[in-house]
């Protein structure tokens, strides 16, 4: 059995060490339907309030209220942070923000530079034997690749197009990599491990990104 990857343990708001216009990701309480969304930090008062970007509530089903509690996720470095914290009012001039109650305590998750997360993404493969794979876990080192054959032989290079959605946008990240090993599948398909090459800054930190904010929504779906 796998180590756990991600070692757990307390923090506080200030340690987190965010910047004003840093993005963190607001879940609203149950009764509103539609899914996390992206806000960035406009301040705070240690101890009293901290004020965010009034969240996009385009195709919820309601909007926040007064005394809501909402879950704030974010990283920051090398760690994932979460924290409960409860709507203090709705600002609406000379713009709409939240100010949220100042977190008491606030979970901080360790992770690891290869952390890998389960995906299911379709891909198309470059080159005179293209072929359509998926794309079954991402790390921002490498990738699995699974299809009804091999993608390549251990050895060989591929290259292909990963479509991403990074906080509610759609983006393409641009991969080629090295074939590492390869093993059959009960299904009949086969699996391939693919190394990435050295990655240009900005793909990698999409990757990394990624990666981060799957964690951050599924952390189950770690491998």
């Known amino acids: 059995m796998a180590s756990n990857p991600i070692e757990s343990s307390t923090s506080t708001f200030l340690g987190m060490g965010l910047k004003v216009g840093d993005r963190m990701q607001l879940d609203p309480p149950a009764k509103i339907t539609g899914g996390a969304r992206v806000v960035r930090l406009v301040g705070y008062t240690e101890d009293r309030s901290l004020l965010v970007s009034m969240p996009d509530e385009k195709n919820w089903s309601g909007s926040l209220i007064e005394g809501d509690t909402v879950l704030i996720r974010t990283f920051s470095g090398r760690k994932a942070f979460s924290f409960n914290t409860r709507v203090l009012r709705r600002a609406v001039s000379p713009y709409e923000y939240l100010h949220l109650e100042f977190p008491s305590a606030v979970s901080s998750r360790r992770i690891r530079r290869a952390e890998r997360v389960r995906t299911d993404i379709a891909v198309q493969l470059k080159g005179a034997d293209a072929r359509a794979v998926r794309v079954t876990n991402l790390s921002a080192t490498g990738a699995e690749l ?7 032989e251990v050895g060989e290079t591929l290259s292909f197009t990963l ?5 509610f946008v759609d983006i393409e990240v641009q991969c080629e990599g090295t074939v590492r090993n390869a093993h059959s599948l009960p299904d009949g398909g086969v ?29 189950s779906g770690r491998v």
Not at 146 to 152: D, E, L
Not at 202 to 219: E, K
């Open 146 to 152: 699974r299809g009804s054959a091999a993608a390549g």
């Open 163 to 167: 479509p991403l959605k990074l906080h």
């Open 191 to 219: 699996a391939c491990g693919v190394e990435f090459a050295e990655l240009d800054n900005q793909s990698w930190i999409m990757l990394r990104s990624y990666v981060y904010q799957h964690l951050l929504d599924s952390p």
